[in-house]
């Protein structure tokens, strides 16, 4: 098996760059290079879970699911890890399923490797409570949307946070969405029916606003667009 280049880790993964240089090169070994394909499930909501995923390329999908529907809690893009909540005590399952929306390469860690992290390194614990806060952050924001936001304004307001985290500004102020989005992967994020979104988007796309052809998203407008959320 190949070995992990310890500087390409580091550069990759935000995580790791502050971790012990000895204890680092102590785990290395036993972290492994996996590869998914576009559309695979890399645990489901309910599993036993035993490893962290570090994400080398590629976008995963969180969500939780009953029988008729999903609700997209998060899409983890490289250099974010996933899967360590189940680590932390024996006895938990996975809180959440984790599917790639593209092809994904990802470091796994064993649990007990990683525990060794958390138990060696003083900043670790600090690295994973920050990163927890962050992610707490924006659950919040994601019950206050679902709570007080109606449907258009949800819609809104999940494009312009993913302009932010993944989006490329253009000269002409509009922003490119590197990634492709369906309806119903939209859908799945606002808490709302795939029909319901179809429509909001037409409506956006006559007003201009943005556009959403062959899964490619641009918000023309993104100006317009805070507006509109702030009417
Ligand atoms: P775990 O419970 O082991 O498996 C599912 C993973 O999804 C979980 O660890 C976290 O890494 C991640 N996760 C769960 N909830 C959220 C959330 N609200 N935002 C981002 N990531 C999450």
């Known amino acids: ?67 008729a529907k999903r609700i997209t809690l998060a899409y983890l893009t490289k250099g974010e890890y996933f899967g360590e909540m189940a680590l932390m005590q024996p006895g938990l399952c996975r809180s959440a399923t984790a599917e790639t929306l593209n092809a994904v390469k990802v470091y796994s860690l064993h649990r007990s490797d990683f525990h060794q992290l958390v138990e060696k390194d003083r900043n670790v614990p600090f690295l994973l409570l920050n990163y927890t806060m962050e992610r707490l952050r924006k659950a919040n924001h994601q019950i206050y949307d679902l709570t007080f936001l109606n449907v258009q304004n949800r819609i809104i307001r999940r494009l312009l946070d993913l302009g932010k985290e993944v989006g490329a500004t253009r000269e002409d102020g509009s922003c490119h969405i590197p990634m492709k989005i369906t309806h119903q992967q939209l859908a799945d994020t606002v808490g709302a029916a795939r029909e319901t979104v179809s429509k909001i988007i037409i409506e956006l796309q006559e007003q201009e606003l943005l556009n959403l052809s062959n899964k490619k998203l641009t918000l023309l407008n993104p100006e317009a667009l805070i507006n509109k959320l702030n009417d």
Not at 1 to 23: C, E, G, H, W, Y
Not at 40 to 65: A, K, L
């Open 1 to 67: 098996m190949k070995s992990i280049d310890m500087n390409k880790l580091r550069a990759t993964i935000p995580f790791f760059k502050d971790i012990d240089q000895v204890l680092l090169e102590q785990l290395v070994p036993y972290m492994r290079e996996e590869t998914y394909k576009k559309g695979e499930i890399i645990f489901h909501e309910g599993d036993e879970g035993n490893q962290i995923f570090f994400i080398r390329s590629g976008m995963v999908s969180i969500y939780t699911s009953n029988k």
